[in-house]
C-alpha cells in the first residue's frame, strides 16, 4: 500500500472538526460572548440570575470567565414550562421537540431555521465520522416523533448524501425485512433495540454477517464496551457511539471516530465542562464529574451551563484520528441512575458490566428493587443461553454464584442473581427500561 492509499478519507462534511486549536478557542470565545449577550436580552431568567451575581454580558472576557455564569439546570425548563426559556418569538421557531421526564410534564425545546440547519451539520459530521458517505443506506429506527432522535438522524444522513430509510422504531420483523432487502450499509437505533434485532433475526433465520450492514449509529442510552464487543461478535457492524439530549440540540452533541477511544465533542457549537457535582467546582481534565454543556449557537433556545446529570470526564491528550475536537470518555452513568441498597450506591452500568463478561449470559438483563421488612433487596435477573439453560441444574447453580461473588466483588455487597430462559426479558423499540423500584409498592 501506498502511503497516500493509507491514509484515511475523510468526508468533506468533517473539515471543521479538524479546525487548529486557537482557532478554535478564538470562535469559542466570540460564540460564547454573543449567545450570553443574546440569552441576557432575551431571557428573563439568564438575565435575573447574572444580575443577582452583580454580571453583565460585558464581564465575560475569556473562556474561562465561564465559569462565572450560573447553571441551567432540568427544573429551570420545567418551572418555565412550555415557552419560559426561548430567546426568538414564536415565529421565528420553525420545530418543536420535547423529552418526557419520568414526572410530569415533558420538557420542551425550541429550534430555528438556523438551528435546524447547525443541527444538520452536527450530524452529518457525526455520520461522516462512522464512514458513511454518499451511496450508504441509512436505515433510520429511532423514534420520530418529539424525539429528537429519528428527525436528527434524518437529517444528518439526507446532508451526506446518503439514501435514508425512515423506518422509526418497533416492528421489529419489517426492520429485519428491510435491512435483508434494501441491502442496508448502515443502523441507527438504540443499542438494545440493535440487541434486539439480533435476536430477532436469529429466530428467523437470517444470518446477520451475511447481511450489507457495516456500521451502526448507537446512542440515547448508556451501553457498555462489553456490549460492543458482544455486538460486533455477532455481526459485522462497527458500533458507533452517538451522544446528545433534547436541552442541547439533540444527537450530534459528540460521536466516535474510528479510533473508538472516546466520543469527540463538537465543541464549535457546544462547549464542555466537567464539575463536581456536589460541589459545582470545574474539575480538570481526566477527572470524572458531571458534563456541563453551553450551546454557542443555538438561537430560539440559548443553554447556558446546562448541567447534563450525565457523568464522564474529559480525555486528555489528542486522538490519532486527527481531529482537534476534545473527547468525552463514554457516558456510563448518570447522577441520578445512582441506586443507594442499604447505604451502597450502585450504578446499573456496573452490573451490566459484569453479567456480560461472563461466559452463558445473554445481554438482556433487568434489575428489581425491593424492600422486605425495612431492608432493600436487589435482584437481577438476567437470560442465559440456551446451552446453559439446558445444561444440568448444578451448571446453573453455578454460573448463578460466579455472577454472584462477581457482583459482590464490584458493588460491594451481595445480590440475587436470577437466571431466566432466553427469551423472557422485554424487549425494548427505543430507550431500555432496565431497573423496576418497587420498593414503594413492598
Ligand atoms: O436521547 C438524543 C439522542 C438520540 C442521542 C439518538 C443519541 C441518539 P434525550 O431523550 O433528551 O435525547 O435523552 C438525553 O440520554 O442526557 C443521556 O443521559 C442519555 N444518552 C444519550 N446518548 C447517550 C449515549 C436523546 N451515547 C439523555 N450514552 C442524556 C449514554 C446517552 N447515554
Redesign the pocket.
Known sequence: MTKAESKPIYHPASAPDFVPVPLLRKLQLERLQAIVGRAYDRVELFRKRLGERGLTPADIRSLDDIAKLPFTTKADLRDTYPFGLFASPLQDVVRLHA??GTTGKP?VVAYTKDDVAVWTSVMMRSLAACGLHEGDIIQNA?GYGL???GL??HYGAEGIGATVIPISGGNTDRQIMVLKDFGVTAL?C??TYFLHLIDRAAQLGVDMKSLPLRVG???????TQSMRKYMESVTNVAAY???????II?????IECPQHDG?HVFEDHFYPEIIDPETGKVLPDGQEGELVLTTFSKWAMPMIRYR???ITALLPGTCGCGRTLRRMR???R?SDDMLIIRGVNVYPSQIEAVLLEVEGTLPHYQIILTRERGLDQLEVQVEVTPQVFSDRVGALEALADKLGDTIERVIGIRIKVTLVEPQTIQRSEG?AKRVFDKRGQT
Do not use: N, Q
Open positions: 423529552s418526557s420538557i429511532y424525539f429528537t432522535g436528527g438522524a441507527c438504540t443499542p449509529v448507537f446512542g440515547a442510552e448508556p451501553w457511539d452517538i451522544y446528545g439530549l433534547s436541552e439533540g444527537p450530534g452533541v459528540a466520543l447534563t446529570r450525565d463514554r457516558i456510563g448518570r430507550k
